[in-house]
């Protein structure tokens, strides 16, 4: 099993900035990509980005291109994503999530191929 616990949400204005972590523990080895997902309320789960683990490679959702940038420590097998110029629609329930098994580029951003899932952070953007 894999635990994962996210911090380092909170109340920001519209532009401003947050860093959210998510610390992973438990069988971690079995880890081949760490993601970020998305949730307001009455609204379905989205994507927001990932990494995978073997190579580094990074994809994000048009929406958050360009503003935000999600990073690793391999040795904490830990995942940050830094949210910068943050909007209203940018409020939600942040969660990370980890896929046990590699994954093709094509597939980071399909949630159904990702197995253990924090508790979630409440991000929220004041306009």
């Known amino acids: 099993q894999v635990q994962l616990v996210e911090s380092g949400g909170g109340l920001v204005q519209a532009g401003g900035s947050l860093r959210l972590s998510c610390a992973g523990s438990g069988r971690t080895l079995s880890t081949y990509a760490m993601g970020w997902f998305r949730q307001a309320p009455g609204t379905e789960r989205e994507f927001v980005a990932a990494?995978?683990?073997?190579?580094?490679?990074?994809y994000y959702a048009d929406s958050v291109k360009g503003r935000f940038t999600i990073s690793r420590d391999n040795a904490k097998n830990t995942v940050y994503l830094q949210m910068n110029s943050l909007k209203p629609e940018d409020t939600a329930v942040y969660t990370c999530?980890?896929?046990?098994?590699?994954?093709?580029?094509?597939?980071?951003?399909?949630?159904?191929?990702?197995?253990?899932w924090g508790q979630g952070t409440q991000v929220t953007v004041s306009s």
């Open positions: 999530a980890v896929a046990p098994g590699f994954l093709f580029i094509r597939n980071l951003a399909n949630r159904s191929k990702y197995d253990y």
């Open positions: 990494i995978r683990w073997t190579d580094g490679y990074i």
